[in-house]
């Protein structure tokens, strides 16, 4: 059937993005959890080698610095002969505005990072610990170099630039670590109130500027705060574009990964919905075929056949509302209430097959707002007539062996429309002789439009019906021809054509074998 529902939307508490429905959120969430936790791992180790390396080369270049002025003896042109290795350092410190004491700080604040920067990543590579806790870890090392820097600005170490250190620590663990710019934000949220605070207490600090020393004044001071939050705004800004493109190109995969797992899921489940169709009944006084076009890989549209005995065969073609998993979930329901339906009364009459069809639906399935149309047939070969009852379903069209059409209409509501005691099938009998033939379909075949947007309609198929251009056993694939040459544009519903028909020539009993002549066949017109 043709209704569509909207779908509630949901979404997980924290899901960057929420998708439709809960457990798709949930899934998305949790694997884009743990690729974020692969990669913050295997990130942070590389951020503390690099970090690890930078220490190493700062305390090399001191040393560096130390070991030239000993060896060029950039005092001896003072006058002094003979220095001590000491006293030639202490002195070219002191030139540079490094003092023997500040040489020493730089050089434990150069140890100290070193060490926490060599502990941190033997914790992590050998301990592994959970995400939260490698999180808090990822921030504590930036805040840590934020404050050391501040450390040294106080001690007045020259080359020192204030926060210019925690920028590079911030910058470079926003470039490696998989942060938000929630995330990014909180270390700054740490260490430039930190900063602040020492500005305020501290107001007379110097600076190496050009081999002069220069003092910071008050303005100077409040400048410096009111500014100071651009420090972090870089690393904030990476962290916010970098997450974005990672969680778009995961929701990418994730979409891909979860087609392909869908395509082959639908593929299966459209194997076990066929299965639920009967086979086409090629034998006997009454013969039943079908075709089926879903309009995706499974449909709300359904077939039952129960043959019975002494020849007799009930058919339930019934339409879900909807179209695929929904729908043929509610299909496998069905399925089931028939098959209890027929087992315990093979006998049962199309008007009672359809109550127990309403009721089913109306106090199970109709609370989601499902409903089904059904029409049923029983044909009895030896009566020579056609019981049927139908409910909401399209018009069927009983065409006898002398080319007359009657339309077969609806006789009550939707299933699960009205409860049990407002139902009544008000089911009729049509004769049903050798060389009828009925012609019954879904809504899927009339509802088709063509490229001006106009319907098939019943006419349509009460057209192709009274032509009498097809034989028997050939309508369904008629019939589907016909809505495929109408139809424009791709398939809009499920589309089912059933055919019951009665041969015009029936095989002789194994008893009269001998005695028996072929029947005369009565051609159709």
Not at 235 to 256: E, F, P
Not at 457 to 477: D, F, K, M, T, Y
């Given at each position: 059937?043709?209704?569509?529902?909207?779908?509630?939307?949901?979404?997980?508490?924290?899901?960057?993005?929420?998708?439709?429905?809960?457990?798709?959120?949930?899934?998305?969430?949790?694997?884009?959890?743990?690729?974020?936790?692969?990669?913050?791992?295997?990130?942070?180790?590389?951020?503390?080698?690099?970090?690890?390396?930078?220490?190493?080369?700062?305390?090399?270049?001191?040393?560096?610095?130390?070991?030239?002025?000993?060896?060029?003896?950039?005092?001896?042109?003072?006058?002094?002969?003979?220095?001590?290795?000491?006293?030639?350092?202490?002195?070219?410190?002191?030139?540079?505005?490094?003092?023997?004491?500040?040489?020493?700080?730089?050089?434990?604040?150069?140890?100290?990072?070193?060490?926490?920067?060599?502990a941190a990543f033997v914790f992590v590579w050998f301990?592994?610990?959970?995400?939260?806790?490698?999180?808090?870890?990822?921030?504590?090392?930036?805040?840590?170099?934020?404050?050391?820097?501040?450390?040294?600005?106080?001690?007045?170490?020259?080359?020192?630039?204030?926060?210019?250190?925690?920028?590079?620590?911030?910058?470079?663990?926003?470039?490696?670590?998989?942060?938000?710019?929630?995330?990014?934000?909180?270390?700054?949220?740490?260490?430039?109130?930190?900063?602040?605070?020492?500005?305020?207490?501290?107001?007379?600090?110097?600076?190496?500027?050009?081999?002069?020393?220069?003092?910071f004044t008050v303005d100077l001071d409040y400048m410096?705060?009111?500014?100071?939050?651009?420090?972090?705004?870089?690393?904030?800004?990476?962290?916010?574009?970098?997450?974005?493109?990672?969680?778009?190109?995961?929701?990418?995969?994730?979409?891909?990964?979860?087609?392909?797992?869908?395509?082959?899921?639908?593929?299966?489940?459209?194997?076990?919905h066929e299965a639920l169709f009967p086979p086409p009944?090629?034998?006997?006084?009454?013969?039943?075929?079908?075709?089926?076009?879903?309009?995706?890989?499974?449909?709300?549209?359904?077939?039952?056949?129960?043959?019975?005995?002494?020849?007799?065969?009930?058919?339930?073609?019934?339409?879900?509302?909807?179209?695929?998993?929904?729908?043929?979930?509610?299909?496998?329901?069905?399925?089931?209430?028939?098959?209890?339906?027929?087992?315990?009364?093979?006998?049962?009459?199309?008007?009672?097959?359809?109550?127990?069809?309403?009721?089913?639906?109306?106090?199970?399935?109709?609370?989601?707002?499902?409903?089904?149309?059904?029409?049923?047939?029983?044909?009895?070969?030896?009566?020579?007539?056609?019981?049927?009852?139908?409910?909401?379903?399209?018009?069927?069209?009983?065409?006898?062996?002398?080319?007359?059409?009657?339309?077969?209409?609806?006789?009550?509501?939707?299933?699960?429309?009205?409860?049990?005691?407002?139902?009544?099938?008000?089911?009729?009998?049509?004769?049903?002789?050798?060389?009828?033939?009925?012609?019954?379909?879904?809504?899927?075949?009339?509802?088709?439009?063509?490229?001006?947007?106009?319907?098939?309609?019943?006419?349509?198929?009460?057209?192709?019906?009274?032509?009498?251009?097809?034989?028997?056993?050939?309508?369904?694939?008629?019939?589907?021809?016909?809505?495929?040459?109408?139809?424009?544009?791709?398939?809009?519903?499920?589309?089912?054509?059933?055919?019951?028909?009665?041969?015009?020539?029936?095989?002789?009993?194994?008893?009269?074998?001998?005695?028996?002549?072929?029947?005369?066949?009565?051609?159709?017109?």
């Open positions: 059937m043709g209704r569509r529902h909207k779908p509630k939307r949901g979404g997980g508490k924290g899901n960057p993005r929420a998708p439709e429905s809960s457990i798709y959120t949930a899934d998305f969430h949790a694997g884009f959890q743990v690729e974020t936790k692969r990669l913050l791992r295997r990130r942070f180790l590389w951020l503390m080698g690099v970090l690890l390396a930078l220490s190493v080369l700062s305390v090399g270049f001191l040393a560096l610095i130390m070991w030239g002025a000993w060896r060029t003896g950039v005092l001896n042109a003072e006058g002094e002969d003979a220095i001590t290795f000491s006293t030639a350092i202490a002195r070219y410190l002191e030139r540079g505005g490094f003092s023997a004491d500040q040489a020493w700080v730089f050089a434990l604040a150069s140890a100290a990072s070193f060490l926490y920067y060599a301990f592994r610990p959970s995400d939260k806790l490698l999180l808090r870890l990822t921030m504590a090392v930036v805040i840590a170099d934020g404050l050391l820097a501040i450390l040294l600005r106080q001690q007045e170490v020259p080359n020192q630039i204030g926060l210019g250190q925690f920028l590079i620590s911030h910058f470079l663990a926003s470039l490696f670590l998989p942060w938000t710019a929630r995330q990014a934000l909180i270390p700054a949220l740490v260490v430039l109130p930190a900063s602040a605070l020492s500005l305020l207490m501290f107001e007379g600090h110097t600076l190496f500027n050009g081999g002069h020393v220069r003092t410096s705060i009111a500014f100071s939050p651009l420090v972090a705004l870089p690393g904030i800004a990476v962290c916010w574009l970098r997450h974005s493109r990672r969680l778009d190109k995961y929701a990418n995969r994730y979409v891909r990964e979860r087609y392909g797992e869908m395509r082959r899921e639908l593929f299966d489940a459209r194997r076990i009944v090629t034998e006997g006084p009454v013969r039943v075929g079908y075709t089926y076009e879903p309009m995706r890989q499974i449909g709300g549209d359904f077939l039952y056949i129960h043959r019975g005995e002494r020849g007799r065969v009930s058919v339930v073609l019934i339409d879900v509302t909807g179209h695929g998993i929904p729908a043929a979930l509610t299909v496998n329901r069905l399925h089931g209430e028939l098959e209890r339906v027929f087992a315990e009364n093979p006998s049962v009459e199309p008007g009672e097959v359809l109550r127990l069809l309403n009721s089913y639906v109306h106090l199970t399935l109709s609370s989601h707002s499902v409903y089904v149309t059904a029409i049923c047939f029983r044909a009895d070969p030896e009566a020579g007539t056609l019981a049927y009852a139908s409910g909401g379903h399209p018009p069927a069209f009983l065409r006898a062996v002398d080319g007359t059409v009657d339309q077969l209409d609806s006789t009550t509501f939707v299933l699960g429309a009205v409860p049990d005691h407002s139902f009544h099938p008000e089911p009729g009998v049509r004769p049903f002789t050798p060389g009828d033939t009925l012609i019954a379909y879904t809504d899927g075949a009339t509802e088709c439009r063509d490229q001006e947007g106009r319907m098939l309609g019943v006419v349509g198929i009460q057209r192709l019906v009274a032509s009498g251009r097809v034989e028997p056993g050939h309508w369904p694939q008629a019939v589907r021809t016909m809505v495929e040459n109408h139809r424009f544009g791709p398939v809009a519903d499920d589309t089912l054509v059933i055919e019951l028909t009665r041969p015009l020539q029936s095989e002789p009993k194994p008893a009269d074998d001998a005695r028996a002549k072929p029947a005369t066949p009565r051609v159709s017109p």
